[in-house]
């Protein structure tokens, strides 16, 4: 990159590796230096909470607001009714309005973690495109909207072109899923003086295109900003773990697995990482990511609270450090651990190791379970199990017994009464 930013905000996302493309590059730079703007970004409700890959776009809707801006965090009630195509091979499943609004509770509470909301200059409004999407007449919105978008315009479009390159079929409703995020741009323009738009670098034809139409409607400038895809050192996708998403809500995922995920992150992205998630000073995350040997291990573990603490607060990444400094290094349970807590009547006459290992979460199936004994990855209480046929009876959970898939994955089982 040629350009360099003088505004904070551009500055410090470029300098930590958040910037992909911008549509004008040194315009926004200007357009910061002159006083607070407000910038959004968009979020589908298509879960009860957001996971690791969504962090790119909360860090730096918080970088906007450090830096004096406004962000706004666009939940995506009408939209989700929807679905993005964008970088799917098929359709999204239709979810129920009953569910979309039970997801939404679900991702507030994140939003609420890393962004100031309220009525302040730079506090930001938590909006819903319900409140507009829904009003929507289909004749009108036909009439005023569609007229600025051509079919040989979408077509062009990565997400729709990639879909139909594969041959496999894009329906008419995500078709439409384009016009409506722009229309969303142009209607948090006249709301809120929203003049930028953020976005993974997939979303750049849906951002581009609303940009445009707020130029065409309203004579008025407005800036697309994408940020690049994160991948691990190791070629793994960036929201994923061995057992599926990481999830920043403690419902969907404990503090102690989050906390370990990020301290279990290949020693190449170290660096990446804390500059990326973390606020520590750029030359910081520089020093620790060039970290070697034994001092990486260190390194990482301010990685994973740092991010913990931000996610789930100083108390929860205080106690999944130590929970993981008793398992590992004194060999003991570690009381913030995964736990499956039995009924007398799960365990009944007797429980098998492998049900317990895949109840626990350990193992997605008994297959899988069966394997992990075969090949001397499974423990209980730190001890090694290899008869996969071995049962456990009520005795047997007197005090938690600890069960382990490897060295670094572990759980409680616990029997209730």
């Given at each position: 990159m ?6 904070d ?68 009630g ?5 679905g ?66 051509t079919i ?51 979303q750049w ?15 008025a ?14 070629g ?19 503090s ?26 750029v030359?910081?995350?520089?020093r ?24 789930r ?29 039995l ?40 001890a ?18 600890k ?15």
């Amino acid at each position: 990159m040629t350009y360099h930013p003088k505004s904070d905000f551009l500055h410090e996302i470029t300098s930590r590796g958040f910037l992909a493309d911008c549509t004008d590059l040194q315009g926004l730079d200007e357009r910061l230096l002159n006083g607070p703007v407000t910038g959004y970004i968009g979020f589908d409700l298509t879960a009860t909470s957001l996971h690791i890959g969504n962090l790119v776009q909360i860090m730096l809707l918080r970088w906007m607001q450090k830096t004096g801006h406004r962000p706004i965090t666009l939940m995506g009630g009408g939209t989700t009714k929807v679905g993005d195509p964008s970088g799917k091979d098929e359709m999204r499943k239709i979810i129920s309005v009953e569910q979309i609004n039970e997801n939404a509770k679900g991702i507030r509470q994140i939003f609420s973690r890393y962004i100031s909301y309220g009525d302040g200059p730079t506090d930001s409004p938590l909006v819903n495109n319900a409140e507009w999407l829904d009003k929507l007449g289909y004749i009108d919105f036909l009439r005023d909207i569609g007229k600025h978008f051509t079919i040989n315009r979408l077509l062009a479009f990565e997400s729709v072109k990639s879909r139909l390159d594969r041959e496999q079929a894009l329906s008419f409703i995500e078709f439409n899923y384009m016009l409506l995020q722009a229309y969303d741009f142009l209607e948090l323009y006249r709301r809120y003086d929203c003049v930028l738009q953020m976005g993974g670098s997939d979303q750049w034809g849906n951002i581009v295109s609303g940009a445009d139409l707020i130029r065409r409607v309203e004579g008025a400038e407005a800036f697309g900003l994408t940020t690049p895809l994160v991948t691990r050192a190791d070629g793994k996708k960036m929201g994923k773990s061995a057992d599926g998403a990481v999830w920043l809500n403690e419902d969907r995922m404990s503090s102690y697995e989050f906390w370990q995920w990020w301290r279990n992150v290949p020693d190449a992205d170290v660096g990446k990482f804390l500059k990326m998630f973390t606020e520590l000073p750029v030359e910081e995350c520089d020093r620790l990511g060039a970290l070697e040997g034994a001092e990486v291990n260190e390194a990482k573990i301010r990685l994973a609270n740092e991010v913990t603490t931000l996610c789930r607060g100083a108390d929860a990444a205080a106690a999944a450090e130590e929970t993981a400094r008793e398992v590992f290094e004194k060999g003991g349970v570690g009381e913030d651990l995964p736990t499956l807590a039995l009924s007398a009547e799960d365990v009944g006459d007797g429980i098998s190791i492998t049900q317990l290992i895949v109840r626990s979460g350990l193992a997605k199936s008994g297959k899988e379970a069966k394997r992990l004994i075969a090949e001397g990855g499974a423990r209980i209480d730190d001890a090694p199990v290899s008869d996969a046929g071995l049962m456990l009876d009520a005795g047997a959970f007197a005090s938690p017994v600890k069960l382990s898939a490897g060295k670094k994955r572990h759980a409680l089982v616990t029997l209730e009464g």
